[in-house]
């Protein structure tokens, strides 16, 4: 049964001037969308580019993707795509709204903005964010799948997530828990503040955001204290049932999707490390599919999670890596 298309409603129209790295700016045109009860953040330097819709991974933001020191979505813009940054329900300006009460209305977002989009476009979703293209792209025509640290195997190669995945599934079988949001800005501010303790941290704690050195102290600060959001906890409780019974609830329906995929694993990603993110691309039939390791071996740096994307190093390996791939279909 085909989608309705909804009419997404323009809230503001400006012209910006955006970093996209240390000292290099560009000048947009940058337009807030609601599509429903979604926001929509929507950025391009020429009209007419090919759509490329950004999603953000569990209990973050439409930060996943754009600091004020550095922004991916600026990049990509400012490269001739039309970029669409999407807040998923109950997520930054989307909050005030419906919550998600379980994974799949996440997907029914990605199908509402793919309908009112009217075309194709490249997903590109970033940890939870990337299980959300990957099941949406069951559902609607994609023109290229980019995981970046993307859950589809969860915490099945960590034993401290496993355990974690283990004792909420416990918990949650003796009924304790009634509708509860969860609120992660808090420690994401703790963790701005004790920048030298967290960053050291990543060296031996198993469930690390990032690589060591990988990204600056003020743009970590920033990223940590604006992208971290308030997210459904019977998310998270779903999340933990993949990863006590080890499979993705879109895991049969995956192989019959056959748009060009791109899987890009970090090499301390603690969160998804690469033998979990890897399975996307093992599963998936398309006879067009790409799996791509960062590492200190090939790039010189190590890779963990957020800084795949916003690292000091994204604007020279992963960026180029995913626009060549993107200019290439």
């Known amino acids: 049964m085909k989608e309705a298309a909804s009419r997404p409603e323009v809230i503001e129209v400006t012209e910006v001037e955006q970093r996209v790295d240390r000292d290099v700016s560009v000048r947009l045109t940058k337009e807030r969308w609601r599509i429903g009860e979604l926001s929509l953040v929507r950025k391009y330097a020429v009209r007419g580019g090919p759509p490329v819709v950004l999603v953000h991974g569990f209990a973050q933001n439409r930060y ?3 600091t004020s020191r550095r922004s991916m979505s600026a990049w990509l813009a400012a490269r001739g795509y039309d970029v669409y940054n999407l807040e998923l ?4 300006n989307s909050r005030g709204g419906s919550s998600a009460d379980k994974f799949e209305n996440y997907v029914d977002d990605l199908v509402q903005v793919a309908t009112t989009l009217g075309e194709p476009a490249f997903w590109l979703g ?3 964010g990337g299980a959300v293209v990957y099941a949406g792209a069951t559902r609607v025509p994609m023109r290229g799948i980019v995981g970046i640290g993307a859950l589809f ?4 190669h960590n034993a401290a997530l496993n355990a974690l995945c283990q004792l909420t599934e416990a918990l949650r079988g003796k009924r304790i828990f009634g509708a509860l949001n969860l609120r992660t800005r808090l420690a994401g501010r703790v963790l701005s503040r004790l920048y030298a303790l967290s960053d050291l941290a990543g060296y031996t704690f198993p469930i690390s955001g990032w690589a060591p050195g990988s990204m600056e102290p003020e743009l970590l600060a920033e990223r940590l204290e604006h992208g971290f ?3 459904s906890a019977e998310v998270w409780f779903e999340m933990a049932r993949w990863g ?3 499979t993705f609830s879109y895991a049969d329906a995956w192989k019959s999707v056959r748009a060009p995929l791109l899987v890009i694993g970090g ?3 603690h969160l998804m490390l690469p033998d979990d993110a890897r399975v996307a691309y093992d599963q998936s039939e398309s006879p067009d599919k790409t799996w791509t390791l960062l590492d200190d071996w090939h790039t010189g740096h190590h890779w963990g999670h957020l800084d795949l994307l916003l690292g000091r190093h994204a604007p020279t390996v992963s960026w180029p890596l ?3 791939w993107m200019a290439s279909r």
């Not at 329900?89 to 930054?92: F, L, P, S, V, Y």
């Not at 195997?153 to 099945?156: G, I, L, N, P, R």
């Open 322 to 324: 995913i626009a060549d």
């Open 267 to 269: 090499d301390l990603d």
């Open 64 to 66: 996943t993707w754009h």
């Open 126 to 128: 970033h940890s939870l």
């Open 229 to 231: 959001d308030w997210t």
């Open 89 to 92: 329900r109950g997520h930054g």
């Open 244 to 246: 006590v019974r080890g």
């Open 153 to 156: 195997s969860f915490a099945q």
